[in-house]
């Protein structure tokens, strides 16, 4: 049960951390390499997403 909750969780996180790259100012390459580095990487790829990545 606990599993199934976190599962959603994390893929509801993924998908929100997916649109703001996509929305982001940043350069389709660097956008491709975070994309790609959130799908690949799932928790370590949010937490490096959510401190460096890129902003506005």
Do not use: N, Q, Y
Request: proline share 4%.
């Amino acid at each position: 049960m606990l599993e199934g909750i976190l599962g959603i969780l994390h893929l509801i996180i993924a998908i929100w951390a997916i649109l703001s790259i996509v929305k982001s100012s940043a350069t389709t390459g660097m956008k491709i390499i975070w994309v790609l580095l959130v799908l690949l990487l799932p928790l370590i790829g949010l937490i490096i997403w959510f401190l460096a990545g890129p902003k506005g």
